[in-house]
């Protein structure tokens, strides 16, 4: 404990002269010499990746070497139109670059909003200053809920404890002197004061675990991990099959060499899902523009694949169901003691805490400081303890020591004080206890004999979209779960304002096994007097018991749960630590903000999961028809351009709006098994129904021309297998939805009726028999289609 001077609060904005007798910082000069020597704290961009890097990963990737190859061979030895494959990928590609700048810019301009601005002391000023610009030797102020952004030495300690679990794994705050080390990515849980840099930048310890995981995280997803394995499958059928079809067309077909190169590729490139890749890489890249679009900064992409995989929500009640804000509405006074004293002891209280919470700013507004009091000693407010205190020396000379925290923790279950608490806190109300300490404040039961004063009586300001938000969740069946530090029967009543039911429970009575309190939590509702390691054994908990849980907070006891929640949400106006182990920031601190953050990453996922059998259904009946082609060694039945045609209107555009359509189906695990039990039967029907057509055609059509008429047929009953395809997974059905798959069918009827067209894509059926034998083939795979798909639906369900 150190002698607090009370005139040393800061101004956040306005920068204020330091008392002399505190450590004045380094000078300009200073401040412009380590510039020029490079020692400044350039930390790596979180989020984010250069233009260079998003270049690449979308240009060179393995399939576009493959597609990129045969590209140029179709440009030598066909005709153009059999090229057109290579024009879509270009197009593809340029839409994957421009929609993943669009959200690295998003993602980079909401950063600057809501990044962490230290208070560094230079010249005895205190002035606020991005982490960037912080050199080697500076002194940096910290207090409660602020993040130690670089390694230093402490210099100033006024009750300083930091909490040092993210990085050493230690549970218990460490209490800071002068002198000792503080690690940056530790944060403030109490009391304050300041540290000089002592490494900045790459060197500080923080910064060396978090250099690799702070980069660009798209690719670390169960979605973007599914489709990789996805397609390390695909490769393998692929390069066997791909060899089989080349020497069955090339070696065993003596025919027209470019032709028969030209059905080779026409085999090979409609293996290969390029566009699932693209795909899902937009979806990330549009979500996180239209949550840029809402304030919401998304720090790690792949939050949005988890938010819609959520399906508990863990509210802190501070900040989330109410506002930062409250206000003092009341003074009970206790056993005789006089109202003018009381409010001298909480104004001297207030001005003792350089940074008040919204409780003490409360107390501070409504209590102002008498000029005439001085603190000698002061204990710091922490959510472990539930109280703060302070010793004072009064006007007349005398001396006296008060504390200010929680009533049932300060007094015995029994007292008076405690039931006048109990029945105020049914009203929702928040109440603190100003009590007289017998014994000095640097013992550790200073707490155990006080003499109450006064009950100080606060109510809370509810959040007007908080009902609304809750309500929504329940309608998701998101549960919502309200955990806080404050009273159980208040945060109760809060709770029931805004339409949550169920009995409050006290956490200092919760079970401590992990298995045990799971089953109290999945029955509960709302939790009071939670501390913070609580509130991170909570999150634990439920997520032990399978649930996939998202945790809101604003405040400094909430940091540990937040990281340790499979998304931590933060408000924008919340403390520094807070802010930094947030996947998502929501920068105009509106909990109404909420519902479309958990939308778009249903839309994102559901949508993705969705349209991947489309791109799926195609790479199967692809392989099997090249296997069967190569085992009855006829000619491939189709050029690539009637592929692209194919690819084009039943998965190419479709998929584009699928994907980006509204979706509020939870997301669900498994995503590899989920799509493939769909795809491999889908795939199998196209290819044998398909394949069936082909080799009618062959024995039906004779004579100059016949590969052409035959490869139409095929082409149409492929069509229309696919287009039941694509009519399955568009269900459940709207009007624009039917509108889209209609159009795709007009778009193929017209490329049959205009000669033009008919010419450009070698398609022109002859004759009717055949042409309707296609279509009654197709039919009956539509029909098998639906059996086998709600056979498979039953027999393995997601």
Known sequence: MTHIDAGAELDPVHPVPVPSARVAGLTQAEVAERVTRGQVNDVPVRSSRSLADIVRANVFTRFNAIIGVLWLIMLVVAPIQDSLFGFVILANTGIGIIQEWRAKKT???????????????????????????????????????????????????????IDESL?????????????????????????GGAFRATKVGREAYAAQLAEEASRFTLVQSELRSGISTILKYVTWMMVPTA???????????????????ARTVGGIVPMVPEGLVLLTSVAFAIGVIRLGRKQCLVQELPAIEGLARVDTVCLDKTGTLTEGGMDVTELRMLDGHDESYVRQVLGALGESDPRPN??????????????????????????????????????????????????????????????????????????????????????PEVARTVVPAALVVLEQRLR?????????????????????????????????KVGLDGTAVDARRLPGGREDMARVLDAGTVFGRVTPQQKRDMVGALQSSGHTVAMTGDGVNDVLALKDADIGVSMGSGSEATRAVAQIVLLDNSFASLPS??????????????????????????????????????????????????????????????????????????FVRRVMRHSVPGGVVAAVATFVTYLIARHHY??????????????????????????????????????????????????LAVPGLQQFFALRLVGTAMPWLAVGIAVVAAVVLELVWKWVDRRFPA
């Open 107 to 161: 993602l980079d301009s909401l950063a600057v909003i809501g990044e962490a601005r230290p208070t560094v002391r230079r010249e005895g000023v205190a002035t606020e200053v991005a982490t960037s610009r912080i050199v080697l030797d500076d002194v940096i102020e910290i207090g409660p809920g602020d993040k130690v952004v670089v390694d230093g030495t402490c210099v100033e300690a006024d009750g300083l404890e």
């Open 167 to 191: 990085l050493t794994g230690e549970a218990d705050p460490v209490v800071k002197h002068p002198g000792d080390h503080v690690m940056s990515g530790s944060f403030v849980v109490a009391g």
């Open 243 to 261: 060899i089989g079809l080349v020497v069955s067309q090339l070696v065993v077909k003596n025919d027209d060499l470019k032709d028969s190169v």
């Open 358 to 443: 919204a409780s003490l700013q409360a107390i501070i507004d409504a209590c102002p400081d008498s000029e005439e009091w001085r603190c000698v000693e002061s204990l710091p407010f922490s959510s472990a303890r539930k109280y703060s205190g302070a010793s004072f020396s009064e006007g007349n000379g005398e001396s006296s020591t008060w504390l200010l925290g929680a009533p049932d923790v300060l007094l015995p279950a029994e007292a008076p004080a405690v039931a006048e608490t109990g029945r105020l806190n049914e009203r929702g109300l928040r109440v603190l206890l100003l009590a007289r300490a017998a014994r000095d404040l640097d013992d």
């Open 464 to 496: 007007s979209d908080a009902a609304d938000t809750l309500r929504y969740f329940a309608e998701q069946n998101v549960r919502a779960k309200v955990i806080s530090g404050d009273n159980a029967v208040s945060v109760g009543a809060v709770a029931a």
């Open 597 to 670: 953050v958990v939308a778009e990453g249903r839309r994102v996922i559901g949508n993705i999961t969705r349209v991947a059998t489309l791109f799926l259904v195609k790479t199967v009946y692809s392989v099997l028809l090249a296997v069967l082609v190569v085992c009855s060694q006829v000619e491939y039945p189709f050029l690539p351009r009637h592929l692209t045609l194919l690819s084009t209107l039943t998965i190419g555009i479709p998929a584009f709006f699928l994907a980006l359509a509204p979706n509020t189906e939870r997301a669900r695990p498994h």
């Open 702 to 751: 004779t004579g100059p021309g016949s590969l052409d008429a035959e490869t139409s047929a095929a082409t149409l009953t492929l069509f229309l297998v696919s287009m039941w395809v694509l009519a399955i997974v568009a269900r459940p059905y709207t009007w624009w939805r039917i509108a889209l798959v209609a159009a795709m069918g007009v778009a193929f009827v017209c490329v």
